[in-house]
Nanobody, 123 residues
Framework: QLQLVESGGGLVQSGGSLRLSCAAS????????IGWFRQAPGKEREWVSC????????FYANSVKGRFTIVRDNAKNTVYLQMNSLKPEDTAVYYC????????????????WGQGTQVTVSS
């Protein structure tokens, strides 16, 4: 059974850092594009970042560019989202998602989703 499990969320003060993990089980991540999304209360889910499978290209939403870094560790079957200089507006439930995809750009749609991890940034 394909499963993604996020972890690493929590409460942090503005300006702080967190590292989210997205661990896969039941499949190997190396052939999958991985995306991170977030959803704040009362808002639609928004894309945050993604990393391709073939060449490891990474992409970021403008709102997090320069502050967040996505990294994949195929040996650990895990993708990380390092979040620095956190702001209160980063508060949301963060989800990782996967899709079997070999392009040099990230797909628009993802098939497999985790349950999410809460990130709360206090001012």
């Amino acid at each position: 059974q394909l499963q993604l499990v996020e972890s690493g969320g929590g409460l942090v003060q503005s300006g702080g850092s967190l590292r989210l993990s997205c661990a896969a089980s039941g499949f190997t991540l190396d052939a999958y594009a991985i995306g991170w999304f977030r959803q704040a209360p009362g808002k639609e889910r928004e894309w945050v970042s993604c990393i391709t499978s073939t060449d490891g290209n990474s992409f970021y939403a403008n709102s997090v560019k320069g502050r967040f870094t996505i990294v994949r560790d195929n040996a650990k079957n895990t993708v990380y989202l390092q979040m620095n200089s956190l702001k209160p507006e980063d508060t949301a439930v963060y989800y990782c998602a996967a899709r079997y995809y070999s392009g040099s750009y990230c797909p628009r749609e993802y098939r497999h989703w985790g349950q999410g991890t809460q990130v709360t940034v206090s001012s």
